[in-house]
């Protein structure tokens, strides 16, 4: 029987972590993306709600809404990370959002920036997108690092942008804009 390639990267800088696979998520990943998804750190980094579904993590994978390049990070057989870009339309295709995050146990490993990389990557090199945005809360501090490293520069201060264990938190729309 023929073992599927493992993907290479499309990132021309990367450096993976040892045993790490980046590839497109499929819905048989649902359980093990929920199953981080629920952990505490990476919920607190997103707007996600606590108790997410296997069920409804495969609908979204099934039937995403308008444009998506969706990855997850494979370490030790288990999904440890995921990124998703969602273009827009019209008169803002040259735009993309950014939404991602780490399994709680891996972080500081480089998934982060193995993930980020490679959808900058497509972006500047298969997408031509010129304008890569996102969201992030204020007190995270590792992901600003990451996403300045990627020359992501902070356009705007969210007030009280989402509810988050008992109270509002700030957040800063950060942007790339592709030279």
Known sequence: MHEPATPRPVWSAASWPHGLVIRPVT????????????????????????????????????????????????MDDIVVGD???????????????IGMGV????????????????????????LDLHRLELTVFCDNHAAIALYQSFAFETEGLHRDFAFRSGSYVDAFTMARLRR
Not at 29 to 56: K, M, V
Not at 115 to 123: K, Q, T
């Open 83 to 97: 990124i998703g870009l969602i273009r827009a339309t019209g008169r803002r295709a040259h735009v993309a959002t």
């Open 27 to 74: 819905p048989s990943d649902a359980q093990q993306i929920a199953d981080f998804h629920n952990q505490p750190g990476y919920r607190a980094g997103t707007l996600r709600l606590p108790y997410q579904s296997a069920e409804e993590v495969r609908r979204i994978i099934e039937q995403p809404r308008g444009e998506v390049l969706s990855l997850v990070a494979v």
């Open 103 to 126: 399994h709680d146990t891996y972080h500081r490993r480089g998934i982060g920036r193995a993930l980020l990389g490679e959808v900058v990557a497509m972006a500047d090199d298969w």
